[in-house]
Nanobody
Framework: QVQLVESGGGLVQAGGSLRLSCAAS????????MGWFRQAPGKEREFVAA????????YLADSVKGRFTISRDNAKNTVYLQMNSLKPEDTAVYYC?????????????????WGQGTQVTVSS
């Protein structure tokens, strides 16, 4: 069992930055690939970024490439999403997720555990 708690969301102006954190419970965090997804009102949950269990491989959605970075610290049981050059269209609830695998996945159904989400609002 893995419990995930996101933090770091908030209100920011367009062009600004935020860093989301996702703290995981359990001693097997390093056995999980991790992902970030987001969901805007009235829209489906969409993939943002994923990272392999070791942190050696990362994947980013085309819409955030060059602006967002995913990283992890297995010693701290934490995965991060650094978001720069934020745009109003990045406004959504952001969720982290854990997948019992060495590599991440692009679809929500591939993940085993989810956090409760953190709101990110980007004003224009």
């Amino acid at each position: 069992q893995v419990q995930l708690v996101e933090s770091g969301g908030g209100l920011v102006q367009a062009g600004g930055s935020l860093r989301l954190s996702c703290a995981a419970s359990g001693r097997t965090f390093s056995s999980y690939a991790m992902g970030w997804f987001r969901q805007a009102p009235g829209k489906e949950r969409e993939f943002v970024a994923a990272i392999s269990w070791s942190g050696g491989s990362t994947y980013l959605a085309d819409s955030v490439k060059g602006r967002f970075t995913i990283s992890r610290d297995n010693a701290k049981n934490t995965v991060y999403l650094q978001m720069n050059s934020l745009k109003p269209e990045d406004t959504a609830v952001y969720y982290c997720a854990a997948r019992w695998s060495t590599v991440g996945a692009l679809v929500p159904r591939e993940y085993d555990y989810w956090g409760q989400g953190t709101q990110v609002t980007v004003s224009s």
